[in-house]
């Protein structure tokens, strides 16, 4: 009992830790996009930044703060995590990444429509998907899916390699600080000011997946998943499958080549 109890735990965290992220992320995206008040990339990434920051100090020393499941992955697979964990873990965050996402829609509900209406936006159309940018990834103008593909995996086998570094037990700062959860969080911050503008990075199957998922319910149906009427291969398969491999396959790296 005492055991399911600290599962629920620490699944609830994982919950709320991803959902943050997603939330403090997506709202300056909304924010930006639907009024005159517009945030700056710099802005944005710090709010992507802040969210990391918040979330991982907040959620470290309950569930280990994965936040992604990509993380959590790759933790089971290396021998770091226990099996019994990793499907209750991802289904939390993806639930949070999809309920904070609900939370922001309801918060900016009369923005949305207000914006749909001003610009003749039909849900689930091709046009629509400027506006369904602001919660998920589309193909950008002339894209090419294995430069996204190849782009999104590279990030995250850099992403995991410094992450790793930073929490290495015998770092000159322990693992649960202070300086660590900030420094994650900077390394977010530069990451998303750096490609965030000019391509689709996400680092998280849970951060586009969540917010993907509640958009085709809202009225864009499988364009949601497509990003294009054209698109022979869904383009959600790139930000929920190259993270996964990219911070495995980087994780990997820093085990036997890095690691101390």
Same mark, same amino acid.
């Given at each position: 009992?005492?055991?399911? !109890? ?36 710099? =802005?944005?990434?710090?709010?992507? +930044?802040? +969210?990391? @920051?918040? #979330?991982?100090? @907040?959620?470290?020393?309950? #569930? ?41 829609? $309801? ?8 914006? !749909? ?9 091709? !046009?629509?998907? =400027? ?9 950008? =103008? ?6 996204? &593909?190849?782009? =999104? ?42 490609? +965030? ?16 998922? @509640?958009?085709? $319910? ?8 497509? +990003?294009?009427?054209?698109?022979? &291969? ?14 495995? $396959? ?11």
């Amino acid at each position: 009992m005492f055991l399911k !109890k600290k599962i629920l735990k620490q699944c609830f965290i994982e919950f709320l830790g991803t959902g943050l992220i997603i939330f403090l992320g997506i709202t300056s995206f909304a924010i930006s996009k639907l009024t005159n008040f517009h945030f700056n990339n710099y =802005e944005i990434s710090f709010f992507w +930044g802040l +969210g990391v @920051f918040i #979330s991982v100090y @907040f959620s470290f020393s309950i #569930s280990g703060a994965h936040l992604n499941p990509a993380i959590t992955i790759f933790l089971w697979l290396s021998y770091r995590f226990n099996q019994k964990k990793v499907i209750p873990y991802i289904i939390s965050q993806i639930a949070g990444a999809f309920f904070f996402t609900v939370l922001m829609y $309801l918060i900016c509900y009369n923005l949305f429509n207000s914006f !749909k209406s001003q610009y003749n936006i039909v849900p689930g159309t091709q !046009k629509s998907l =400027e506006l369904a940018s602001v919660f998920c990834a589309f193909p950008k =103008e002339n894209c090419n899916l294995i430069h996204d &593909f190849t782009l =999104e995996m590279s990030v995250g086998m850099i992403f995991i390699i410094i992450l790793m570094k930073i929490n290495e037990k015998n770092n000159l700062f322990p693992s649960c600080s202070f300086i660590n959860p900030f420094l994650i969080g900077m390394l977010i911050t530069i990451i998303n000011l750096l490609l +965030g503008s000019y391509n689709n990075i996400t680092l998280n199957p849970a951060r586009d997946l969540g917010p993907r998922i @509640f958009l085709s $319910l809202i009225g864009w149906g499988k364009l949601a998943f497509t +990003g294009s009427d054209n698109m022979i &291969f869904p383009y959600f398969l790139i930000p929920t499958i190259a993270p996964i491999l990219g911070i495995n $396959l980087g994780g990997w790296i820093y085990t036997i080549y890095i690691k101390k």
